[in-house]
């Protein structure tokens, strides 16, 4: 299924059941209202954020299938950041492709051995994106000839996901792990693609991270969700969300009135987690 829910009324604005054949993997919304998932069935498709009528609520509306558009997987989506008008995919099958969103038609594809791709995030303002993937590393891509222009320092644990800050000078990575070994987020320069601190503290594995404002925010699979200070690595704020099992994914909304955070849980459905000068409360859950 894919859902719309409108998190400053907090409202489940339309839900489209069988959106895809197998699981959502991922999704991504560009600023022109049009959005991609991309799922276990191997298919990228679009959709078209829409009122029917004045004055009703937004919707989802198909807007494209491409149904082979990966061998395995697609496991990662974003649009680039300065237009939406491209997108870019990654799947378990080692290849990375640039799509053009508007004609929804692949632009290029490149594969690299072994790199069975986790997460993508754009740069900001830019033409590169950062890509983690099961082979412990994140890699810098360039989108123009698509081809990988940087590396990592590769780390212990598969890197699980991924996030650029607004500024581009910084990036975080988080790794898998269990028992407290790994279960780490990773601070990095971009430009020297050395690490400069970790975040340790969650005891399982950290499957999402991204960042609100200047601070990062990470969810696990011990059902917490955390904010840091990415410049002293010190812990900010802890969230565990009772029942939750795995903290999916997070998503920061800092534009949003007070601020928010939405996470995607296994058992519990989205949570919306309002943020505090240095505490996370749950607000809401869909």
């Known amino acids: 299924n894919l859902a719309l829910y409108d998190c400053t009324k907090r409202l489940l604005l339309s839900r489209i059941s069988s959106a895809h054949e197998r699981e959502v993997t991922a999704v991504a919304a560009s600023p022109s209202q049009l959005c991609a998932s991309g799922s276990r069935d191997k298919s990228l498709r679009f959709w078209r954020v829409d009122a029917p009528s004045e004055g009703s609520n937004l919707k989802l509306e198909p807007a494209g ?35 053009d969103a508007v004609a929804q038609q692949q632009i290029s594809s490149a594969v690299v051995s072994r790199n069975l791709v986790t997460h993508i995030r754009w740069v900001p303002n830019s033409h590169q994106f950062l890509q983690s993937g099961e082979d412990k590393e994140l890699k810098l891509w360039d989108s123009r000839p698509l081809k990988v222009v940087g ?13 650029v800050r607004q500024d581009g000078d910084q990036c975080v990575s988080s790794s ?68 939750a099992g ?7 909304m800092p534009q949003v009135a007070n601020g928010l955070i939405g996470a995607a849980t296994f058992n519990r459905g989205v949570c919306l987690c309002s943020v505090g000068s240095d505490s996370l409360s749950l607000s809401h859950r869909y």
């Open 65 to 99: 299938d491409l149904p082979d558009a990966h061998e395995l997987v697609v496991s990662a989506v974003d649009f680039n950041s300065l237009d939406g008008s491209q997108l870019v995919t990654g799947s378990r099958d080692n290849t990375v492709k640039l799509w």
């Open 151 to 163: 590396t990592f320092s590769r780390k212990q644990y598969i890197q699980t996901c991924c996030d």
């Open 176 to 243: 898998n792990g269990f028992g407290g070994n790994g279960c780490e987020a990773t601070v990095w320069d971009m430009r020297s693609k050395k690490p400069l601190l970790e975040l340790i503290g969650h005891s399982e594995s950290v499957l999402t991270v991204g960042y609100y404002d200047d601070t990062v925010v990470t969810g696990s699979a011990d059902a917490t969700v955390r904010q840091w200070d990415p410049t002293v690595g010190r812990e900010i704020a802890i969230l565990p969300v009772e029942g």
């Open 246 to 252: 795995p903290i999916a994914c997070v998503r920061p």
